[in-house]
């Protein structure tokens, strides 16, 4: 049995990132990165991952600001 507790969710909340922050490392599916997020919690014991889909990027062009 896995010492690795998953706890999937019905409804999702949204979170905002910087994409500079982001990882480097993509997965094609939620089980690849579900994976990875038991591999790294393993390394890492008593941390929290969070397995996220990104929906949408939002930017501005640095131009557009000066005029404000």
């Known amino acids: 049995m ?3 507790t998953v706890k999937p969710r019905e409804s999702y ?3 905002v990132v910087r994409a500079r922050n982001l990882p480097r490392q993509r997965f094609q599916d939620v089980g ?9 919690s393993r390394e890492r ?3 929290t991952f969070i397995v996220m889909k990104e929906i949408a990027r939002v930017n501005c062009n ?7």
């Not at 690849?32 to 790294?40: I, L, P, S, T, Y």
């Not at 640095?62 to 404000?68: E, N, Q």
């Open 13 to 15: 909340h949204f979170a």
């Open 62 to 68: 640095p131009a557009d600001r000066r005029g404000k």
């Open 32 to 40: 690849e990165a579900g994976v990875e997020a038991e591999r790294q």
């Open 45 to 47: 014991p008593g941390a």
């Open 2 to 4: 896995s010492d690795i």
